[in-house]
């Protein structure tokens, strides 16, 4: 039951890394991710498929797996059609938002309330809490990189406005360069925080009189996720000036340090000593 559980971990953590590569070339168009996040479909469906053949040797027959892993299957379905109509018409964004479905669907197959294994139910638990918090703090270091850059990219700028540049000016990169790491990093880590709060409101669920409306933690995780998440709207989709830009993803970094030592106190408080 173990080696499943590895199976639909590494299924998991494929499908966001397919999704997280298919998030950036439907931003910024980059043909290199696209083939390697369709290529990493191709694995998440080779998995998945491997997973249901192992199902049908637990369940009597295919009725029974049917009723009883309908999600499992409705995922494989979206999977495979999405395939097979983007191999036929060449539909990227179509794949994309397609898996963005098959993703959820997925994540709430593998942990239905954390109920699925009996006896297993806190080994579950735990494995889940620990992919919440790795793939949370990934996007933590992926905003603050991001935030990093959008600081230098001001510094830079007051220099050259003040037209006082000195010798620092010529040991930072130019603005179109900050502008555009800004950009990328915080491109990368909106998707990768989707992923960890989606598995944090999933662990929730099961936790007892725990209400996710009322909690400091999720309503400022979703701010952040928020924040980031109209930065890079600001920034490549709606195309703001790149200094404007640049303060909405330090206004987004502020959140992010709430964010962090708000979740960091709250968790330190609430661990048993």
């Known amino acids: 039951m173990s080696a499943w559980r590895w199976l639909y971990d590494g299924f998991i953590v494929l499908y966001a890394f397919s999704l997280t590569l298919y998030f950036i070339d439907f931003t910024r168009r980059v043909p290199r991710a696209n083939r390697v996040a369709f290529w990493s479909l191709i694995g998440v469906f080779a998995i998945l498929t491997m997973l249901i053949a192992l199902e049908l040797f637990v369940h009597p027959s295919m009725t029974a797996l049917a009723m009883e892993k309908t999600r499992l299957l409705y995922a494989w379905l979206l999977i495979a059609t999405s395939l097979v109509l983007n191999a036929v018409f060449r539909m990227d964004f179509f794949l994309f938002f397609t898996n963005l479905v098959g993703f959820a669907v997925s994540v709430l197959n593998v942990f239905p309330l954390l109920t699925a294994w009996a006896g297993e139910g806190q080994a579950v638990r735990g494995e889940l809490l620990l992919l919440h918090i790795v ?7 992926l905003f603050v990189i991001s935030g990093i850059f959008a600081l230098m990219y001001l510094l830079v700028d007051i220099l050259l406005r003040t037209k006082r540049p000195g010798k620092q000016l010529f040991r930072l990169p130019p603005l179109e360069r900050l502008a555009r790491d800004a950009g990328l990093f915080a491109m990368i880590g909106v ?8 598995l944090g409101w999933i662990w929730a669920l099961d936790e007892p009189g ?8 999720v309503l400022f995780s979703l701010a952040t996720l928020l924040a980031y998440g109209f930065f890079v709207y600001v920034r490549i989709g709606a195309k703001w000036p790149w200094r404007l830009a640049m ?27």
């Open 135 to 141: 793939t949370a703090l990934f996007g933590d270091v």
């Open 191 to 198: 998707p990768v925080f989707t992923v960890a709060v989606v």
């Open 210 to 217: 725990l209400v996710l409306y009322r909690d400091p933690k």
């Open 247 to 273: 303060l909405v993803n330090i206004g987004a970094l502020v959140i992010l340090w709430v964010n962090f030592w708000i979740t960091h106190s709250l968790a330190w408080a609430a661990w048993p000593r």
